[in-house]
């Protein structure tokens, strides 16, 4: 028999017949796209839901999943290679997506909590969940609750951005790991980086005036961040926390050049975001726009662009394209790295390009000879699947 279950609480399931139903919702999450096309998070959402069915909830600690699910060696270094704390980051993102899209349906909740990769399930409040978990093992029941947990997920994901644009950030490391070759110019940069991240559409939307409500300046496009912008900063303050820098985060039209002047600066977002515009118009792969098309145009290859039609229906786009580039800039007098799609999917596949170590050892093996002491730009590719950014392609690239 199974338990007494309270709904809207979370549920540690002691049965075989509990513990079925959480493996049915595990395996109904891992059939979905989100999952189903990789190896890497399906692989630890298994073992650390398993584990804590079977009561191994110690085991649960980043070295012994580092050890147990990617085969790394007893004393990997950790720092180093981040391999579960980024794929933890993937998993919870993807399951945020997953639960999003099912809305309504599904009585029972798997999370992977921040911080933590011991998981938890959530027995989700409707009047349908008791009996249908009451009933047996059988199949979860009808799926009802839509739309519940996007919405604090992206809440949590913007107000940490827009908490960021006010606050310094510093997190010691705890052993100093080598940087990467595409970061090591940022890092080594003494102060606090600068991350700008697009939020303006001036070609579009008046700005606000002194007449404008509060609602509407709350509710308006302005100061607000998309959930792929977010992301994309969680990915690349991921990096910046991991080597102890210090780092700001700004609002591309509150960032002036003297925010930028001789410090490492990380641009978010292209059309959006005036100084990425600036900044990339001189490099050989940059950002256009010809009415409805938006494009990355080649300038070695004038024939040649990368597009995305803006005023196609949002359900029609397929492939998105971004921009990730390291240089030198002569009017900021520092380091800057550009991470822009020509819409959000680009933008959030591009951070993972610049950030995921799987992308950073494909970077190593495939950009040109001597890439990590010059200025370089990539532009990757991603598919659009189900409404959502999928893994990025390296298309071409180049150094000078």
Known sequence: MLQTLH????????????????????????????????KRYPALLRHVVYAALD??????????????????????????????????????KRLAQYYHEQGDSTELQIELPLGSYVPQFL????????????????RLGARR??????????????????????SWHRVPPQVEAAPDPLWAPLLEVPGQAMMVVG???????????????FNDFMTGPYHHVSLASAVALTHLAAVLRLHGNLYQVKEDDETSLADLRSRAAILVGSMNNAWTLRLTSSLRFHFTRDGR??????????????????????????????????????????????VAGLGTYGTQAASEFATLPLYLEQMKKTAPAGWQSKNVEFVIKTDVIGGKAGPPELMTAAVW
């Not at 409707?126 to 059988?138: E, F, H, K, Q, V």
Request: proline share 8%; aromatic share 8%; glycine share 8%.
């Open 123 to 138: 027995l989700r409040s409707c009047d349908a969940a008791p009996r249908s978990l009451m009933a047996g093992p059988g």
């Open 7 to 38: 709904t809207g609480a979370y549920w540690t399931p002691t049965s075989t017949e509990e513990r079925q139903l959480v493996a049915q919702e595990l395996e109904a999450i891992l059939s979905n796209p989100h999952f189903r096309g990789s």
């Open 145 to 166: 609750l839509r739309r519940l947990i996007l919405a604090p997920i992206s809440i949590l994901f913007v107000l940490g951005a827009m908490y960021a644009a006010y």
């Open 293 to 338: 098309l938006v494009h990355i145009r080649d300038t070695q290859n004038p024939g040649a662009a990368w597009t995305v039609d803006f005023a196609q229906p949002y359900d029609a786009v397929h492939t998105d394209y971004g921009i990730v580039a390291r240089f030198r800039d002569p009017i900021t007098e520092g380091p800057v790295m550009v």
């Open 55 to 92: 009561g191994r909830i110690g085991d649960l600690k980043e070295r012994t999943l580092g050890i147990e699910v990617f085969g790394r060696a007893p004393d990997y270094d950790t720092s180093a290679d981040p391999v579960v704390r980024f794929s933890a980051s993937e998993v919870r």
């Open 199 to 213: 939020t303006s559409h001036p070609d579009k939307v008046p700005m606000a005036s002194e007449r404008t409500s």
